[in-house]
């Protein structure tokens, strides 16, 4: 089941997607709450010589691990629902 779903057509454009998604909306909300909306203190803090990597690394992580998450349950679904049929 679980390489079935791997290896679904559009499996992993929705994992990207969905990555993506997760990243831009999480990062509008940390500026939002944490920053107040000022965007300059946002890039100044997020992209520190000494945060920046550890900033790209969480963020390509979190999104990676939420549009994998959220694409699998989505795709189980689907083929569940045509293996019924």
Do not use: C, P
Request: aromatic content about 20%.
């Amino acid at each position: 089941m679980f390489s079935k779903i791997l290896h679904s057509k559009g499996f992993l454009k929705s994992v990207l997607y969905l990555s993506i998604a997760f990243i831009v909306v999480y990062n509008l909300v940390d500026i939002g709450i944490k920053f107040n909306f000022d965007i300059s203190l946002y890039i100044e803090q997020r992209f520190a010589k000494d945060n920046l990597l550890r900033f790209f690394v969480a963020n390509i992580g979190s999104g990676f691990v939420y549009g994998f998450i959220v694409s699998f349950f989505k795709f189980k679904g689907k083929l569940k629902n045509t293996e019924e049929n």
